[in-house]
C-alpha cells in the first residue's frame, strides 16, 4: 500500500498564494507607511523553508512509513475520506496532538533543536511562515493515536496540510484584533505575535496551531498587550540556513559533553532550553529571560552594498523558481537525481545567504557555485542548460568586473 502511495499536493500548490500574500502584506504596508520585511532576513527565511522542502523529501519517508504500519496493524476503526464529520474528526485531531508537540518543542532541549529555527527572524512577517526546520523527525510520534483510531492516512496528511497553511496567515503585523469570538476559539495573528516574542511575559505561549482554545484549557495563553520584541533570547546572528538548522544541537552536545556526571549529559537534552548543567566550575543555572522592547533591541543587519543585493536577489530568484519546478516533478524524479539537485540547491542557498552577510568564505566559494551548474548538464535538456550556463557566465564577468571596481575604489580610499 505504501508504495503506491501518493500524499496530498495541498502545501506544493498553496506556495504561489503564499508569495500572492506576501505581495498583499507589502502593498498594506506601503499604505501604512509601516516597514513589515527586511531584505537579509527575508531571503534567510525563504531559504530555510526550500531547505525544509528538500529535506521533507526524504526525512518525511520515516513518519509516513510509522504512520501506515500502526495504522495497519492497530487501528480500531476505519475512519475515510468520505465523510465530512471524519474530516472533520482528522483536523480536530491533529490541531490538539499538535498543541502537544509544538509545546513540547518548547518545554524540551531535544525538540527545540528542530523548532528554534521557526523563531530565529527578528522579523515578523508572512516569509517567517515558511522559515521551517530540516531536521524535524520526531512530530509524527505525537500523531500516532490517529493512526491506533483509524484516521486514513491520506486524510491524516490532509489534516496536517490544512493546519499547516492555517499557520501561515497569522505570521503577520498587518492584521489586527479580529472579532471575539475569534479570538476566543481561533489562534490569529495577535495571539501568535505574542508566541514568536521574546518578551518575559510571552514566553512559551499560545501554542495553538488552528484553535487558541487549547492553551485556554491548559494554561499557556497570554494575550497580545505590550509590543512584542521577535526573535530567539539568544540571538543567531547569522543567515546561513544550515548552520541555523544545527547550531543548537552543537550546543547541546558541548553542554552534555561539559556536564559532571553521566545522568546530568543525558538530562541536558530534555530539560527546557536556558538550563546549564552544573560542571567542574559551576552550579546548575537557568537562563534569565532579560526585559525587552523595541526601541532598544538591537537586530542583526551586516551592511551589504546595494550590487551586491541585487546580485544575491536576481540568483536567488533562480534558485526559488528552480526549486518550485522541482518539487513539483519530485515523485517523477529519480532517487539519485533527488539527492543530486537537492545538494546542488542547498549549495546555492548556503553561498547566496553567505554573500548577503558578506562572508569571506562565500566570495571564495561563489566562482564553484557558479561551476557546479555543470552538474545539471547530464539531466536536464539542452536549451534549459544553455540558459543557466549563459546566466552563469554573465554573472562571473559581472563579478569580476564589479569586485575589480570595488578593490579600486577601497585602494583610493
Known amino acids: 500500500m505504501l508504495e503506491n502511495f501518493v500524499p496530498p499536493p495541498f502545501i506544493t500548490y498553496a506556495i504561489p498564494f503564499f508569495f500572492l500574500l506576501m505581495l498583499v502584506e507589502a502593498i498594506i504596508g506601503k499604505i501604512k507607511h509601516e516597514s513589515y520585511f527586511h531584505f537579509g532576513d527575508s531571503i534567510a527565511d525563504l531559504s530555510t523553508g526550500i531547505l525544509s522542502q528538500l529535506s521533507g523529501i526524504f526525512l518525511k519517508t520515516l513518519g ?10 492497530f487501528r480500531i476503526l476505519t475512519l475515510g475520506m468520505d465523510s465530512i464529520w471524519n474530516w472533520i474528526l482528522a483536523i480536530l485531531l491533529w490541531d490538539f496532538f499538535y498543541y502537544w508537540f509544538h509545546r513540547l518543542s518548547h518545554e524540551v532541549n531535544l525538540l527545540w533543536a528542530s523548532h528554534v529555527i521557526h523563531h530565529h527572524s527578528e522579523e515578523y512577517n508572512l516569509f517567517v511562515a515558511l522559515r521551517q526546520t530540516s531536521i524535524g523527525v520526531f512530530s509524527w510520534i505525537f500523531y500516532l493515536p490517529m493512526a491506533l483510531l483509524g484516521i ?3 486524510l491524516y496528511l490532509a489534516a496536517g496540510q490544512i493546519n499547516l497553511i492555517y499557520q501561515y496567515w497569522v505570521h503577520t503585523k ?4 479580529l472579532h471575539p469570538i475569534l479570538e476566543f476559539l481561533l489562534s490569529t495573528p495577535s495571539h501568535h505575535r505574542v508566541h514568536h516574542a521574546i518578551n518575559p511575559k510571552y514566553i512559551d505561549k499560545n501554542h495553538g496551531g488552528i484553535f487558541i482554545i487549547w492553551d485556554r484549557i491548559f494554561g499557556t495563553f497570554q494575550e497580545e498587550q505590550e509590543a512584542p520584541v521577535y526573535g530567539t533570547v539568544k540571538p543567531l546572528k547569522s543567515y546561513n540556513p544550515l548552520y541555523a538548522n544545527y547550531h543548537y544541537l552543537v550546543e547541546l552536545f558541548k553542554l ?3 556536564a559532571n556526571t553521566f545522568w546530568n549529559k543525558i538530562k541536558v537534552w530534555f530539560m527546557p532550553p536556558g538550563w546549564y548543567p552544573p560542571t567542574e566550575n559551576s552550579p546548575e543555572y537557568k537562563l534569565q529571560i532579560p526585559e525587552v522592547s523595541p526601541e532598544i533591541f538591537q537586530k542583526y543587519r551586516p551592511e551589504i552594498e546595494p550590487w551586491i543585493r541585487r ?3 536576481i540568483w536567488f530568484i533562480i534558485v526559488l523558481v528552480s526549486s518550485f519546478i522541482y518539487l513539483v516533478l519530485v515523485m ?10 537537492s545538494l546542488l540547491i542547498a549549495f546555492h542557498l548556503l553561498v547566496i545567504n553567505g554573500l548577503l552577510e558578506s562572508k569571506k568564505w562565500a566570495w571564495k566559494l561563489e566562482g564553484l557555485r557558479l561551476m557546479s551548474l555543470l552538474i545539471i548538464f547530464f539531466y536536464l535538456p539542452i536549451w534549459i542548460n544553455i540558459i543557466f550556463l549563459l546566466v552563469s557566465a554573465l554573472s562571473g564577468v559581472y563579478l569580476i568586473f564589479k569586485l575589480n571596481l ?3 575604489s577601497i585602494v583610493k580610499n
Not at 509516513?64 to 496493524?73: K, L, T
Not at 498587518?174 to 484584533?177: L, V
Not at 517523477?332 to 539537485?341: D, G, L, P, Q, Y
Open 311 to 313: 546580485y544575491v536577489l
Open 152 to 154: 486514513e492516512p491520506w
Open 174 to 177: 498587518s492584521i489586527q484584533k
Open 256 to 258: 552534555s559533553k561539559k
Open 332 to 341: 517523477k524524479i529519480s532517487f539519485e537525481i533527488r539527492v543530486v539537485f
Open 64 to 73: 509516513i512509513f510509522g504512520y501506515f504500519w500502526v495504522y495497519e496493524n
Open 406 to 408: 570595488f578593490s579600486n
